[in-house]
C-alpha cells in the first residue's frame, strides 16, 4: 500500500517503437515496419500515437461520461496523482527514474 510499495511498469520487444518520438517514427517507418495503423488516418502510423496512452484514453472516457471538456478532465485527473506520480512519455523515460531512485530492473519474461 502507498507509500510502502511502489509500482514501476516497463516494455519490451517490438514494443521498441513507444519510446521514439514523432520524427524518428516518420523517418524510419515505424507504424509500417510493425504494422501499427494511426487511429486518426487509418493509414500506417508516422508519429507515436501511444505516449500518455493510457492516461488520455482514461481521460476521453471519462470526459465523455461526465459531459465535460479533455482539457478539463485531464487537469483533473492529474491534480489527483498521488504524491511523486511521474507522467512520463515513455517507459524509457520512467526505468531511467526508477533506476535514479534506487530501483533495479529485472527481466521476467520468456
Known amino acids: 500500500m502507498y507509500p510502502d510499495v511502489q509500482a514501476v511498469l516497463g516494455i519490451h520487444g517490438t514494443t521498441y517503437p513507444v519510446v521514439f518520438a514523432d520524427p524518428v517514427w516518420a523517418k524510419y517507418g515505424f507504424g509500417r515496419r510493425e504494422k501499427i495503423k494511426d487511429p486518426r488516418t487509418g493509414k500506417w502510423a508516422r508519429r507515436n500515437s501511444f505516449c500518455n496512452n493510457v492516461l488520455r484514453f482514461l481521460t476521453r472516457t471519462l470526459a465523455k461520461e461526465a459531459g465535460v471538456s ?10 489527483g496523482l498521488l504524491p511523486e506520480v511521474t507522467i512520463v512519455p515513455a517507459m524509457v523515460v520512467a526505468l531511467g527514474l526508477a533506476q535514479e531512485r534506487g530501483c533495479a530492473y529485472v527481466y521476467a519474461g520468456g
Open 70 to 79: 479533455y482539457e478539463t478532465m485531464r487537469a483533473e485527473l492529474i491534480q
